[in-house]
């Protein structure tokens, strides 16, 4: 029997600058994981991949990561996707940097 579909966000990461970019459902891409789209349809998740991968001069390893639903947009299903959401690990940068300063 075939496992249910599990809510889907299509992720890679941006060419140039290589932070981790979220699929937006007006084909743009958002560093907010929070402002993706929440793709609930298998098929649809194929569709919406491949719309996504067509932006290969921006994008680089699309590829649909778990999530689910929260109260204010998707969030991660897995560990690892919630860690590529923070940012590096090894030192402040990017993200982490800018959250240090708000």
Known sequence: MARPFTP???TANDLLEGDVIYFQADN????DLAQA???VDEAEAQLR???A????????GAY???AKAGPNG??????REDFRRKGPSNYSHGKQE?????
């Open 98 to 102: 800018a959250a240090a300063h708000v």
């Open 28 to 31: 743009s891409w958002t560093r």
């Open 64 to 66: 649909l990561a778990d």
């Open 53 to 60: 991968e067509k932006q290969n001069i921006r994008i680089v």
């Open 8 to 10: 889907k966000v299509i």
């Open 74 to 79: 998707p969030e991660p299903v897995h560990f």
């Open 49 to 51: 991949l491949l719309e």
């Open 37 to 39: 789209e929440l793709i």
